[in-house]
């Protein structure tokens, strides 16, 4: 049995982008790595069959099916998920699934990891899951930057070396559905252009402070900020901290500590984490 753990990933803001080559689509954008995320556990089995059972009864499992038959055509697997954060709240589930599972079958199957990160990236986006979360879990760095679309030998992710340190994350209402925005023709180009805005903002002066700066106004003016989000980010802001929405969902993650923000919001879902440059991890345990 192989063991992975994968970082979560914030999406911060983005600028989608299109390829006739999925591994050159995705988006442009910053992000954060999570120190809590995905850890998965891969045993091979006779025939080929695909068994997936997750901690939380949530996930997609036919992003997971995806990643794994595109390094593995024909072989049968059982998998054993644990989710460390929510799913469908902006925090890079899906693609951290997608990474931990495709690294498993990379050694099993005795592949590289390259190949197990293409094969989550193409996953988590023709799956409907992020579309620049696999390139952020890929950069070795707390506030990953990418700046071209898609992974290599397309994407390029930069570290402008942005100490984001301690945050604490909430969930202030059901789950987006990414799908569904990204097809909305006139939310898709206010986003597209927004995100473009943003990108070349934060290019211009990278650091902490504007990183939640250009990401809220991204969200205002992309028009994909919920109530319960914009009530949040003024209540924390009003308290003098930083807060802003993680993309895409009913989330935001601020430099509040927890009990602060326990004090603003009340008893909605919350977690401490942090930052981390930290890899994806591979481990055989049995």
């Known amino acids: 049995m192989i063991s992975a753990f994968c970082p979560g990933h914030i999406t911060c803001f983005f600028q989608p982008i299109t390829s006739l080559d999925p591994l050159g689509a995705g988006s442009r954008g910053a992000g954060i790595r999570l120190s809590l995320g995905t850890t998965v556990e891969v045993a091979p ?14 996930g997609s499992d036919s992003i997971i099916r995806r990643a794994v038959r595109a390094i593995d055509p024909i072989g049968g697997y059982e998998i054993d998920v644990k989710h460390g954060l929510p799913v469908g709240q902006g925090f890079g589930m899906s693609a951290a699934d997608a990474v931990a599972v495709s690294l498993c079958v990379c050694r099993i199957t005795g592949k590289n990891r390259s190949e197990g990160y293409r094969a989550a990236h193409v996953a988590d986006l023709l799956g409907g899951g992020g579309r620049g979360d696999v390139a952020g879990i890929m950069g070795k760095c707390q506030q990953p ?43 898709y180009i206010d986003i597209r252009n927004a995100g473009s805005e943003a990108m070349d903002g934060f290019l211009r002066e990278p650091s902490l402070e504007r990183l939640f700066e250009i990401s809220n106004e991204f969200s205002e003016k992309a028009r994909i900020r919920s109530p319960e989000v914009d ?3 003024r209540e924390l802001e009003d308290r003098g901290f930083m807060a802003s929405m993680c993309m895409l969902g009913n989330s935001i993650f601020t430099n509040a500590p927890m009990a602060e923000t326990r004090s603003a919001l009340g008893g ?19």
């Open 231 to 233: 009530l949040a980010i």
């Open 268 to 286: 909605v879902w919350m977690v401490s984490c942090s930052a981390t440059s930290d890899e994806a991890s591979v481990t055989r345990t049995k």
């Open 45 to 58: 089995v006779q025939g080929n069959d695909i068994a997936t059972k997750v901690n939380d009864g949530t």
């Open 145 to 187: 930057v990418r700046t071209v679309a898609g992974i290599p030998p397309f994407g390029k992710v930069e570290d402008f070396h942005v100490n984001v340190g301690k945050l604490t994350l909430a969930v202030l209402a059901p789950p987006m559905n990414t799908s569904d925005i990204l097809s909305d023709r006139e939310k």
